[in-house]
């Protein structure tokens, strides 16, 4: 009987690591809120989807990944929302862009990763909702901060890097940051992981979210494998003191169950469909909502119910009327929610030049000039580039303006109407432009 009973105790803290593994899984690429503890959605998950769901328990829950800096509470840097139909043992992944525009309540329409700051998880959940058309059941919050040192718990991760990844930037990170990783497949630390999920090139914030999603399901697999019991009280240790979440034990032992058979059904990922904008310096991503919802059902193997639909398009009508006089939408952008992914190319195709409307270029402004980004992004615009966002950077006080691109590329900006260090170290499709003081000399 002792022994009975001590398998229990051992069978019991396995079923606990593997929730807080599980957490760990969801939660470093995190999205929004809840403070409801359902139980059971069926019936209005029913509603949104249609008869398909009436027997399928569908759980949403909003990760919200937070870098929280002293005397700042922080933003929801990165979101996602997983789903999980616990009577097929499929799971879903949708990452929300961070400048998605959404209704913030008291605070109109701004981006999406605002929301945290205003009224923490709480109201984050709200935004998503009323984005999403469907209510969040949960919400697990992690630190940024933690990421290196969970992954080192881990022992690292294999991923294959897509490509060259260069990027230096005395500006950024408090005190300088550097971004070097050479394509093919490498095992990396907690360091080099924060590396490449941090990597920004002309798909901006999208490109990104591609990267993380292609990582998240190498945590995913890592974590499946029997090399991770001998480094299981590590983990723990380390992801007990970085999360934060209002699911129980028992709901985690559940979520943690079904983990294997998620990850053999296959783990879809995708993102909020939509489109950049951008007004003066302020870069948007503008959601396709009825593309969204149908997304949603289609991830799960679903269909959306007639009501559903109709409900869609009138949101996405009354949505459309509040975009701002003198918004640029970049139509030529859209996105149907499949991430981007590096084209494949002929050898003898990759040191010929690109032509410009082949090329995705983030506009950011370092210098403090007001208007800048908008002004370089028109220039850019008017010579057949593809824009594929501009912002505000970090910095108002970079000295030149630089332009990173691939050495196939460089020759095709040449000429521009302004002062520019021209750099290779980009992918070969893309582009990123700082704009420093320079830009008025």
Partial sequence: MRQRRRGRRSLKRVKWILAIMLV????YFGVMAASRHSTDNSG?????????????????????GV????????RSDTMMVAALDEGKDKAALLSVPRDTRVQI?????EKINHAYAYGGHKLSQEAVEKLLGTTIDHYIIIDTKAFERIIDALDGVDINVEKRMYYEDPWDDDGGLVIDLYPGEQHMDG???????????????????GRQQKFMKAVLAKMISPSMLPRLPKLVEEVKSAIETDMSLAELIEFAGKLKHVHDNGLSAQMVPGQPA???????????ITDLRELMAEQLGLELSDAAKERAQA?????MKTLPDGMQLLAQSKSSGKLPEEAAKKPEEETKPMKPEEISVMVINDSGINGAAAEVAQILQRKGFIISGVETGKTSSRTQTTIITSTRNTDVFYGMPFTCVIMDGGSSNQAVVHIGLDYRK
């Fill in 24 to 27: 760990l899984v969801l939660a």
């Fill in 44 to 64: 209005e998950s029913a509603g949104i989807f249609g008869e398909q769901a009436q027997n399928d328990k569908i759980t949403h829950v909003l990760l919200l």
């Fill in 67 to 74: 870098d929280r800096r002293d005397g700042d509470v922080g």
């Fill in 105 to 109: 309540e008291a605070n109109d329409y």
């Fill in 191 to 209: 360091k080099r992981a924060i590396q490449y999920v941090r990597y920004r090139d002309g798909e901006g914030d999208i490109g990104r979210i």
């Fill in 278 to 288: 951008y007004i003066k310096d302020v870069s948007y991503w503008i959601p396709d």
């Fill in 315 to 319: 949101d996405e009508d009354a949505y």
